[in-house]
Structures are given as C-alpha cells and as structure tokens.
C-alpha cells in the first residue's frame, strides 16, 4: 500500500477492507502484464470490436483496458457507449468471468443509470463471488437509489466480501435509506465487514458508528484480528479516525491525542494530530 498523502481513504478502503487480497494482486499482474494494450493508441471502438471478435485472451485483456479508459475522460466522444456496452454485457453471461468483471466496472464508471436493472439481475443471478464485487462497486458508481433494497440485501451474504463491499456502496450511496441496513451491520461477525459499515454509517454522524470506529483505532484490538498486518493495522486506524474526532466528542479527543503523542508509526501519529485539529477548527 501507499502512504497515505498519495492515495485517498477511498482508495486504501477498497485496496484493503474492500478486496480481497487476491484481486488486488491481480489487478497489479494485469497492469504489468497488459499494459501494452494501452500504450498503442488503441481507440474506444478498437476495444469494444476486440471484446467482441477478439480471441479469448484478447477479448478480457480488451475489457479492462476500456475500464481504464474511461477512467481517462474518453467516453464523452461516444454518447451511445452505455447501449453498446450493455449489449455485450449481456452476451457475456458465459463467457469469461473477467470480461464480464470489467465490463461491470465500464457500466460504473460511464455513469448512466440505464445499467442499473442490468448489473442487479447480475447481482441477483451471477454465481461468482467475484463478478457481484464488481457489480456492486459498479452500483456504488453509479448511485442510483433504485438499487439500495438489492444492496442492502447483499449486505446479508454469507460470503464476507459480498457483505464487506455492499456495506461500502451503502455508504457511497449517500442517502438516508441505507442507514438501517449499515445499523445491522455494526454486528457483523467480521470485523472489515463491521469497520465498513461504521464508516458508511459515519457519513450521516449517526453516533452509533462510534463503538466500531473506537475498535478501528485501538491498535491492541487490531493486532487480535487474524491475519492483519501492522500496515493494514495503520490504514484501519487512519480511516477511523476523521469519523472518530467529529462524532466523539472529548472522549475521542482524549484517546486521538494519547494516539498522536505515543504510537509507534509516524504516519499514524500524524492522523491523529490533522484528526484533532480539524476537530478543533
């Protein structure tokens, strides 16, 4: 990971308490492997005609090099790219898992909530646990208010990474109606699921985010989580603790300043210092 002036709290949310490590790592393969694809002024329509007729390597390769760009601002020379890229959308449902994912994420970016009814049937129907990731960072993108019921309903999965990434779309969402469904989630049973919803639940200063945000900057809570690594640890307290300042009141003040004045990691330090600050101002 990054330190934290480079990159967003968005952006380490979704590189950890977000995905899976796995996808990461391949998005990081892909980006050296494939990056070729995107160095020879290949068009728009070039990548859709490739996804289309290209061979199988070709095709998904193809698919996430549109991803990238329209990251770039290059849709606005194609006002009918959402119609040409729901048409193959909906021919891929057989097809190779990873075009399907990166034309989800192609659906998201474009912004056109004319693909909404289409990624929730993927979401409802697709059996990969990976593709309704995508789906679902797809729908938090777009931030249609029609989707809410089915991402709340993700939010339920069985799967943790389902639940972990529809408790983060809730919080994009930005609207009202997904706070009972972040509520429930404050219970989950994982604790990235719960660190998720807090942090959604945050963005409308509903207090009751403050048990789980309070479990997010204890570094003696965090080192008991399995598997997560003093870096992780870090970016998990980070996150926490702009949310922890403004809905905590004195108490949170307190343990921010014990935090910036004695934890071991400079950068964590730092947080918590800006994080008492910006309460103050």
């Known amino acids: 990971m990054t330190?934290?002036?480079?990159?967003?709290?968005?952006?380490?949310l979704m590189q950890f308490v977000i995905f899976p490590l796995g996808i990461a790592l391949a998005a990081v393969v892909i980006f050296f492997l494939f990056g070729k694809l995107a160095t020879e002024n290949h068009s728009i329509p070039d990548y859709l005609n490739t996804i289309r007729s290209g061979s199988s390597h070709e095709r998904w390769q193809a698919a996430y090099e549109l991803s990238k760009s329209l990251k770039?601002?290059?849709?606005?020379?194609?006002?009918n790219l959402e119609q040409e890229v729901a048409a193959i959308y909906v021919e891929s449902k057989s097809d190779d898992p990873r075009i399907r994912r990166y034309l989800s994420m192609v659906l998201g970016t474009l912004g056109d909530r004319r693909a909404t009814p289409l990624l929730l049937e993927a979401l409802k129907n697709d059996s990969s646990v990976e593709n309704r990731i995508y789906v679902l960072m797809a729908l938090g993108e777009?931030?249609?208010?029609?989707?809410?019921?089915?991402?709340?309903?993700?939010?339920?999965?069985?799967?943790?990474?389902?639940?972990?990434?529809?408790?983060f779309v809730l919080g994009e969402m930005q609207d009202p109606a997904v706070v009972p469904a972040l509520v429930r989630g404050l219970d989950d049973r994982v604790p990235d699921v719960r660190w998720n919803a807090a942090l959604g639940l945050s963005r409308f200063n509903d207090a009751r985010a403050l048990p789980v945000l309070r479990e997010m900057v204890d570094r003696k809570q965090l080192a008991g989580v399995p598997g997560i690594q003093e870096e992780q640890q870090e970016d998990v307290m980070i996150m926490?603790?702009?949310?922890?300042?403004?809905?905590?009141?004195?108490?949170?003040?307190?343990?921010?300043l014990r935090i910036g004045d004695s934890d071991p990691s400079l950068r964590v330090r730092a947080a918590a210092k800006a994080a008492t600050a910006g309460r103050n101002g």
Do not use: F
Not at 72 to 79: L, N, Q, S, V
Not at 241 to 255: E, F, N, Q
């Open 240 to 256: 926490a603790m702009a949310p922890y300042a403004r809905l905590g009141g004195p108490a949170a003040r307190a343990d921010l």
């Open 142 to 167: 777009l931030r249609d208010p029609l989707s809410i019921p089915s991402v709340a309903q993700a939010a339920n999965d069985p799967e943790s990474d389902i639940r972990k990434t529809a408790y």
């Open 72 to 79: 770039r601002g290059e849709a606005a020379h194609y006002p």
């Open 3 to 12: 330190d934290l002036p480079k990159d967003s709290p968005r952006t380490i």
